[in-house]
């Protein structure tokens, strides 16, 4: 972390929280996404419904509103074999699609210039929102002007 100097403002290196104003980058945040002709009610939900490959599981995951109830479900079911090879990459096509699908997200996201973005949970996860707050810039996304979220 940089060093204070009088006159000079440091706050664009502060890390940002998932919480409050960017509460939105969690992955339990309400945004519908649709995988599979199943529509889930949050990346999580899609996020656990990846692991596992029987259907009518994944089915059921998008109907629950809990993510504890989710767990309880999952508790004794085996990830699919792959999973770990493939959970990273599956995660970033989740948050994707919450970005692509929210508008708010996505201006929220933009928003955060070039501060880093640190997840409590997982590095990775800050990482994959650096990644695709990139892509929105190189792209030129714009968030609506004057646009402010609460």
Known sequence: MAKRQPGKDFSWLKPIQFTGY??????????SISVGGIAYPSVEHAFQAAKVS???????ISKIES??????????VPVRPNWEEVKYAT???????????????KDVLVSTGARPLVSPKDAMIGK???????????????????????
């Open 22 to 31: 960017y509460q939105c980058f969690e992955n339990s945040f309400p945004v």
């Open 54 to 60: 029987d259907a009518f599981l994944k089915h059921n």
């Open 67 to 76: 993510l504890s109830e989710v767990s309880e479900l999952l508790k004794d």
């Open 91 to 105: 995660l970033e096509q989740l948050m994707n699609l919450k970005f692509e699908a929210s508008r708010k997200c």
């Open 128 to 150: 994959i929102l650096t990644k695709i707050r990139n892509e929105f810039t190189k792209r030129g996304y714009q968030q609506k002007p004057g646009q402010l979220y609460q």
